[in-house]
């Protein structure tokens, strides 16, 4: 039988040695899911025609074909956010509850090919618009660590998904920390990769002023990588590119670095760090300083530079959603898409041009170093039922870490560093140069294999 936590490396090498076939592997997690789903919320859709006929599909490959394919047999999804031709993709909205897109996404293409099993479509708040899942037209994203708690936004489904063995690998997006964030609360692994890197092809051009990108979610950084050497890649066309890697990503995850010089944001003028998570940064950093690396405190503070551009970015990029009955959405949500919608063109082109040359500042001052080193989030896992009227007074501190990136276009790692005394598990972000994704990857596996949590396993069951 399969073990649930399974990471997709090993599966995939199991279905090829048929030892596993790929219906077994797709009726074991669609078992797992109609079991544990209802107290976990993690899925909008299950779409278990597609999985077998997926299924099916591949077990008359031939064995050539197979060797091929780097997910072949390997168990995804797709966030609710992405297009998936004749699958309802709602975008956790009440004013999309019926829609069956006309197209697939590039990405839900790539992942098909490369030999996946899609299981369905996870959970998001409306339109992507919250760092915790819930409010929209999705069930509340629970965290499998304790369920009284958010599993995080927006990709909150996704991270649930794969925290509780419901499948080893899930596709999310990422527009001010949508994967990391929930990859903090629910103790697995998330990649926002750099600006360009994924192609939002044939539905969005840059999304979000370029702060948006879609990236993996998966329970060890082999995983996280063997899906980005799938996902990513431009379509010609696409408005940003980042230049292609000098080798396979998944292909760095055995190399040790030496003697990197590795900068620390460790706080931020928007708010306060719980003690817990300042505690398990300082030694996560002391693991770096044992691989024989230097970690230095940088002087700079991305979060209270660029707050106030990324407000106007994000609402903005909701505004731009068409919404035929604005009574119909959540709050939280509509809030911020009022905002967005009463923004004027030069509002919103001046404060795009201040905030590149603010990144540009920002990453000019990070140059120095290899990689960065912050905490994902300033506290663990908030509850389930965030006042609304305390929303955004809390959203930006939430958020301090990680929205910066978004807004430089780098690479971000956020990588399970620990538990709370409460059992709420830490997140530590590796923050990479432009495009530096190799670097990162390579750092991650690196601390991975000095702090292991492959055996971690939320009580769910």
């Known amino acids: ?50 999985a077998l006929a997926d299924a099916a599909r591949l077990e008359q490959v031939s064995a050539a074909e197979a060797a091929a394919m780097p997910l072949y047999g390997v168990a995804y999804s797709l966030k609710d956010l992405t297009w998936t031709r004749d699958i309802r993709t709602t975008m956790g909205s009440k004013n999309y509850e019926n829609f069956r897109p006309r197209a697939d996404a590039e990405l839900t293409v790539r992942l098909r090919n490369a030999g996946g099993i899609l299981l369905g479509k996870t959970t998001t708040p409306e339109l992507g618009g919250r760092p915790t ?31 509780a063995g419901l499948g080893p690998l899930a596709e999310g997006t990422d527009g001010g920390g949508s994967i990391r964030i929930p990859a903090a609360c629910c103790g697995v692994v998330g990649l926002k990769p750099s600006r360009g890197r994924i192609s939002f092809a044939p539905v969005m051009g840059e999304g979000w002023a370029g702060f948006a990108t879609e990236g993996p979610i998966a329970r060890s950084v082999r995983d996280a990588a063997l899906m980005l050497d799938v996902m990513a890649g431009p379509v010609l066309g696409d408005p940003y590119w980042a230049p292609p890697p000098a080798k396979p990503f998944a ?21 306060p760090v719980d003690p817990e998570v300042g505690a398990a940064l300082e030694r996560a950093c002391e693991i770096f300083r044992a691989m024989g690396h230097r970690v230095e405190p940088v002087d700079v503070d991305p979060a209270k530079r660029l707050v106030d551009y990324t407000r106007i970015a994000i609402r903005a990029g909701l505004a731009a959603v068409p919404i035929k009955d604005p009574g119909a959405m959540d709050p939280v949500v509509r809030q911020a898409w009022e905002a967005g919608r009463r923004l004027s063109a030069t509002d919103y082109l001046g404060a795009m041009a201040r905030m590149h040359n603010a990144s540009r500042e920002i990453v000019q001052a990070l140059a120095p170093y ?71 990857i390579a750092l991650a596996a690196a601390f991975e294999e000095a702090r292991p949590w492959h055996d971690q396993r939320p009580p769910v069951e």
């Open 370 to 440: 290899d990689a960065t080193l912050a905490p994902t989030l300033p506290g663990p896992a908030l509850r389930l039922g965030l006042p609304t009227d305390k929303f955004e007074e809390q959203l930006y501190p939430h958020l301090q870490f990680t929205f910066p990136f978004n807004a430089t276009g780098q690479p971000a790692f956020s990588l399970p560093n620990g538990f709370t005394k409460a059992g709420l598990p830490i997140g530590l972000q590796i923050i990479g140069r432009p495009a530096g994704e190799l670097g990162i």
């Open 1 to 50: 039988m399969l073990d649930a936590y399974i990471e997709a490396t090993e599966l995939r090498e199991l279905v090829l040695k048929k030892e596993v076939r790929p219906r077994e592997a797709a009726e074991f997690f669609l078992a797992r899911i109609e079991r544990l789903n209802p107290k976990l919320g993690a899925f909008m859709t299950v779409a278990a025609e597609r």
């Open 251 to 271: 292909s760095v995850v055995a190399d040790r670095p030496q003697r990197l010089r590795l900068g620390l944001i460790a706080g931020s003028a928007l708010g």
């Open 133 to 163: 899942t819930e409010g929209g037209l999705c069930p509340p994203a629970h965290n499998p660590w304790n369920l009284e708690y958010s599993a995080g936004g927006s990709s909150g489904g996704a991270a649930a998904q794969v925290a």
